[in-house]
Nanobody, 121 residues
Framework: QVQLVESGGGVVQPGGSLRLSCAAS????????MGWYCQAPGKERELVAG???????TYADSVKGRFTISRDNAKNTVYLQMNSLKPEDTAVYYC???????????????WGQGTLVTVSS
C-alpha cells in the first residue's frame, strides 16, 4: 500500500511564504505525474500545480509567478513553494501522484491526507 504524507501547512500573514512537502512511501516502482490541489470551504477541489517525470510544470492562473512545484525522484517527494501568499490562497492542500507498483502494472492514483494553509493577518 502506498501512503502520501504531507507537511508544511500552517498560518501565515499575507505576503508570506510556505513550503509544502509530500513524500510517498510503500510499494512503488515508479511515479509519473505529481501534483498539488486545493479545496477551499464550499468549493470544489482544483488543480494548483502539476509536474511530469521530465519536470514539465503546469500552474493554475491564480498562482503563476508565485508558486513553484518541484520534485525529488530519489525521495519520491513533491514540493510546493508558495510565495506572496494571499488570503484567497487559504485552503486545504492535497498532493496527488500517479504511480505503478511494478514495471508491467498500470498506473494508480493516490492522494495525501491534506494540509491546511491559512493566510490571514
Amino acid at each position: 500500500q502506498v501512503q502520501l504524507v504531507e507537511s508544511g501547512g500552517g498560518v501565515v500573514q499575507p505576503g508570506g511564504s510556505l513550503r509544502l512537502s509530500c513524500a510517498a512511501s510503500g510499494s512503488i516502482f515508479s511515479i509519473n505525474t505529481m501534483g498539488w490541489y486545493c479545496q477551499a470551504p464550499g468549493k470544489e477541489r482544483e488543480l494548483v500545480a502539476g509536474i511530469t517525470t521530465d519536470a514539465t510544470t503546469t500552474y493554475a492562473d491564480s498562482v503563476k509567478g508565485r508558486f513553484t512545484i518541484s520534485r525529488d525522484n530519489a525521495k519520491n517527494t513533491v514540493y510546493l513553494q508558495m510565495n506572496s501568499l494571499k488570503p484567497e490562497d487559504t485552503a486545504v492542500y492535497y498532493c496527488n501522484m500517479f504511480y505503478r507498483r511494478t514495471y508491467s502494472s498500470g498506473y494508480l492514483r493516490t492522494w495525501g491526507q491534506g494540509t491546511l494553509v491559512t493566510v490571514s493577518s
